[in-house]
DNA sequence: CTTAATTGCAACACTTGCGATGCAGTACTT
DNA sequence: AAGTACTGCATCGCAAGTGTTGCAATTAAG
């Protein structure tokens, strides 16, 4: 709470004034960083757009937000059910969004619907966090390149 | 330290006074880990073995070492200088492996280098902590395929 | 100009985790 | 059997983080 306090500027116990408590402070980090991924999977219209134009929009949007909000929140959202739900709702429709592809052709058809979504969660967060100087067009071509292509030779 | 007394059975004044504080307990839980993980790289024969088969080799032989070491290493190595400088050897020993990749072709040339690094280690942590019921050569075969040919079809 | 709202500052109580110590009981060694 | 080493237990002091409150100063609004 303090080093948040001081890295806005700001005294201790106004953040206490402003949040009551460490809880109440995180569900308001989790509720935008919800709102920002939302609107992002929104836009990117999983469901409608030719699956390799969903897949960029997705990417180039979601790595912005992974940045600005830097919080797992597989790990936070223990004690907010609300947030819980709403993440788990964001989750599923991205799990559609992996079957999609796979329906569609643009995915192996023997890959883990598991194992392919969660390498997507984890290198956008590998190119927004440990990459932080690529540009979000950039980073997305180079995710969705190694998620569809890797790294080795034909 | 509580935890990771109950955790081990017993009361925490002894875990106390094996391990004089925090820090030299987690120097021991490094040491630990950077013995594994240095005999898997020695096994691996990166250098000398043919590419693939010394890539298969560091897989599985990695994963279990991350799966009984779960420590960010990065992280936690901060405070103890000497972990810090064998940890980087030992990164710097796959640094060379990736460039030994490119170089023999069997990564794309136009990969980054920092980038396919990065991906392999993240390849790694995922399939030891996330899919913990994979046996490591199936584990490893996983990595492998996913890294060099990625998820696309053709 | 007067009032209401917000802030910084100092101080306080409370909780938690860390590390240390003394003591009694148990196990192992010679 | 005597001594040594290790452990669990209870207890203590210390430091740090959290949350609260009162007060004075500043700012914004009527």
Redesign the pocket.
């Known amino acids: ?2 080093a948040i306090a001081s890295a806005a ?6 953040v ?3 949040f ?4 109440v402070l995180l569900s308001a980090v989790f509720q935008a960083k919800l709102d920002s991924a939302e609107r992002v999977l929104d836009e990117a219209r999983l469901v409608e757009a030719p699956l390799p134009v969903a897949l960029h929009r997705y990417l180039e949007g979601i790595i912005p937000v992974s940045r600005e909000w830097p919080v797992d929140t597989r790990l936070m959202m223990q004690k907010d059910p609300a947030a819980r739900v709403r993440r788990q709702e964001q989750s599923a429709r991205l799990d559609a969004f992996i079957r999609r592809a796979l329906d569609e052709g643009y995915l192996r058809a023997d890959v883990d619907a598991a194992w392919a979504r969660t390498i997507l969660d984890e290198l956008v967060d590998t190119v927004a966090h440990r990459f932080p100087d690529l540009e979000p067009p950039q980073a997305a071509d180079l995710v969705a390149d190694t998620l569809l292509n890797g790294l080795g030779a034909t």
């Open positions: 709470m303090a500027g700001v005294d201790r116990t106004t206490h004034r402003r009551a408590n460490r809880e």
